[in-house]
């Protein structure tokens, strides 16, 4: 699940770097400002739901046992 954040974080890199060699200009400033929205995004993607999943998880297995 941490993959999950920091794949997202990668894109968000990666369509900066492709829009700067196809384009060859600088990105956009409001670009640039959805991607590094995105790009923190994924890093709290990255580190929130790996302990959301595993306190549900948590969760069920505890009422299953009961």
Request: aromatic residues 10%; without cysteine.
């Given at each position: 699940m941490y993959v999950l954040g920091a794949g997202v974080g990668a894109l968000s890199?990666?369509?900066?770097?492709?829009?700067?060699?196809?384009?060859?200009?600088?990105?956009?400033?409001?670009?640039?400002?959805?991607l590094i929205k995105i790009a923190l995004i994924a890093i709290v993607v990255m580190f929130v739901l790996p302990?959301?999943?595993?306190?549900?998880?948590?969760?069920?297995i505890d009422d299953n046992r009961r």
């Open positions: 890199l990666a369509i900066a770097v492709v829009y700067t060699a196809i384009y060859q200009r600088r990105v956009s400033f409001s670009i640039e400002k959805v302990q959301i999943a595993h306190l549900s998880v948590n969760r069920i």
